[in-house]
Antibody, heavy 122, light 110 residues
Framework: EVYLVESGGGLAQPGRSLRLSCAAS????????MHWVRQIPGKGLEWVSS????????GHADSVKGRFSISRDNAKKSLFLQMNSLRPEDTALYYC???????????????WGQGVLVTVSS | QSALTQPPSASGSPGQSVTISCTRT?????????VSWYQQHPGKAPKLIIY???KRPSGVPDRFFGSKFDNTASLTISGLQAEDEADYYC??????????FGGGTKLTVL
């Protein structure tokens, strides 16, 4: 069974940084693209960042470009999101999600973690 | 503003069918060939129910049907059940290694 467990969330002041991690198990992590999706409680889903199986393809939403950086460590079966220059509007539940394929072609997320809450406030 | 537009709400009675649309309203979406649909119950993570427009992951009942015509993708749920009451989101590739979701549709089973 696929497990995705996010960590690293919490309260941060505007302008500060947080690093989210996602520990994966139950599947061949190297074979799949991975994503971060966020959701303000009570609101809709927002795609944040994507990375293909070997980190050669990366994409970020315009709202986070230049501030957030996605990465992965296949040896440790882990996905990361480095979040710099945080803003109050980054406050949301952040989900780690697994793609159905290895590239960023499909953008279909067949497994999700339970999410980690990030709150940006002074 | 999302480049995929969904109706904010939909409803149907048990046993009936309901269709939720997802319209590409901006050129800022990729090929629109790889549309996915997600079901999200309150307090839960989203669940993939349709990918590549019409394919169902293992375990998703065939009451869930995906289709697409021109710039509009649709999710049809037949034989509505109480447990189908949830939020539904469409998603697609947006080109240039990006993704996009629709604004979501709240389905009420009357």
């Amino acid at each position: 069974e696929v497990y995705l467990v996010e960590s690293g969330g919490g309260l941060a002041q505007p302008g500060r940084s947080l690093r989210l991690s996602c520990a994966a198990s139950g599947f061949f992590f190297d074979d799949y693209a991975m994503h971060w999706v966020r959701q303000i409680p009570g609101k809709g889903l927002e795609w944040v960042s994507s990375i293909n199986w070997d980190s050669s393809e990366i994409g970020h939403a315009d709202s986070v470009k230049g501030r957030f950086s996605i990465s992965r460590d296949n040896a440790k079966k882990s996905l990361f999101l480095q979040m710099n220059s945080l803003r109050p509007e980054d406050t949301a539940l952040y989900y780690c999600a697994k793609d159905i394929g290895s590239t960023l072609l499909y953008n279909a997320f067949d497994s999700w973690g339970q999410g980690v809450l990030v709150t940006v406030s002074s | 503003q999302s480049a995929l537009t969904q109706p904010p709400s939909a409803s149907g009675s048990p046993g009936q069918s309901v269709t939720i649309s997802c319209t590409r309203t901006s050129g800022d979406v990729g090929s629109f060939d790889f549309v996915s649909w997600y079901q999200q119950h309150p307090g839960k993570a989203p669940k993939l129910i349709i990918y590549e427009v019409r394919k169902r992951p293992s375990g998703v009942p065939d009451r869930f049907f995906g289709s697409k015509f021109d710039n509009t993708a649709s999710l049809t749920i037949s034989g509505l059940q109480a447990e189908d009451e949830a939020d539904y989101y469409c998603g697609s590739d947006a080109g240039k290694n990006r993704g996009v979701f629709g604004g979501g549709t709240k389905l009420t089973v009357l």
